[in-house]
């Protein structure tokens, strides 16, 4: 049977939508952050040629309340000594001070010591000719790796005349010889030193060789 067309019309579908709409701007900025990311990557990252980063920090120093007091007396005569050591190339020592007071004194509440005090007693019947004060120190890293170095601070002085008191006043600054790698740094530097193992020249000779003195 025949099939004769009497009338068609086609059927037209117009879909409108905004061209600022929130499917727009999240496409944008999926293709603004595809381009920026790897810059970002990179800045944060040292740069294009990165060999090697060198970081800053201030330590944290501490004080050990480990110390050597050396007071020479004549050539023929022991020295007097004050410490808390207790051997010294496996003798023991005799502590000879009647009194010891060692402080530190935050002076602007920063949780950082300003001012380090001590003072020592002891009687002899001898005229002192040199002093010789040694204090242990610890500066602490915790930013980037964490490291304890230990270090030392010696006072030296020669008495020309015979006195009864003598006073030290100076600063106390941290010199840092060179730079300090994390290779290896705990284990060359996170150790304590003991007069037990070293005679005090060797002492002094090791922590000189130490980046950080």
Known sequence: ??????????????????????SFFVVIFLIILSFLTPFFVIYNTGGFS????????KPDVSFKYKYLLLANRDYNMNPIICSTFRTYKNNEIEDNCTLVKIREIDTNVDSKNDIFKFEFQFYTDKPI???????????????????????????????????????????????QKGLLSSEGLYEKYN???ELADYSLEELLMQNLNRKCQ
């Open 50 to 57: 990165l060999k090697n980063r060198i970081y800053t920090e």
């Open 1 to 22: 049977m025949a099939v004769i067309e009497i009338f068609s019309s086609p059927i037209q579908y117009k879909y409108k939508s905004k061209i600022y709409s929130l």
């Open 129 to 175: 000719r040199s002093l010789n004060v040694l204090f242990f120190f610890n500066f602490q890293l915790t930013q980037l790796f964490e490291a304890t170095i230990e270090s030392i601070v010696l006072f030296t002085h020669i008495l020309n005349e015979e006195v009864q008191k003598v006073k030290f006043y100076g600063d106390l600054i941290l010199e």
């Open 191 to 193: 150790d304590s030193i």
